[in-house]
């Protein structure tokens, strides 16, 4: 896939008064990602229909639950501007057109790769913020604890995806 570097740096520079910006961009385009699997879901069609609509809400109900988690750690640690609608709206507009182009629903097996594509998009921008926070000292051991298991859980979350999109 693409090297989301660009997206990153763009993203946490829009955000720069914002504590732990790294946060707040990872909460953005995890939403972006919970959004195209929603439309994976709503949108898949084929004889396997009824697996695959599965497998797409599997993946946005498991990533709701670690965005939550995400976001609730960002107003803990101080930030409510972290959580901004109008700031992740925004941002989840800029991810999700470079991830979804419109009008464009494929087969199932492109709506899979999309998703796969996104997971792995998702999981380097969590190495990025992690890599960031580190060496601005502002990891928590807490912080990194959560982001672990959010890697974590997208992780598990590209076993399946793999498998659909080899079938």
Known sequence: GRDPSETFAKMLADR?????????????VAEAVAMLHRTN???????????????????????????????EKI?????????DVHDRIGGMA??????YAPHTIGSVSV?????????????????????????????????ENMLQQF?????EAIFPLRRRTTS
């Open 111 to 143: 709506l899979a790769e999309r998703s796969l594509a996104a997971e792995f998009f998702l999981l380097r921008i969590a190495a990025l913020a992690i890599r960031s926070m580190k060496e601005l000292g502002s990891a928590t051991p807490g912080v």
């Open 75 to 83: 107003v803990g640690l101080g930030s409510d501007a972290g959580v």
């Open 151 to 155: 890697c974590d859980s997208r992780e």
């Open 16 to 28: 720069s008064g914002v504590v732990n910006a790294e946060l707040t961009v990872l909460l953005t």
């Open 94 to 99: 800029q991810i999700l057109s470079e991830m």
């Open 41 to 71: 879901h709503w949108t898949a069609s084929s004889q396997s229909y009824y697996s695959d609509h599965k497998l797409f809400e599997t993946l946005y109900d498991g990533l709701n639950e670690d965005i939550d988690t995400l976001a």
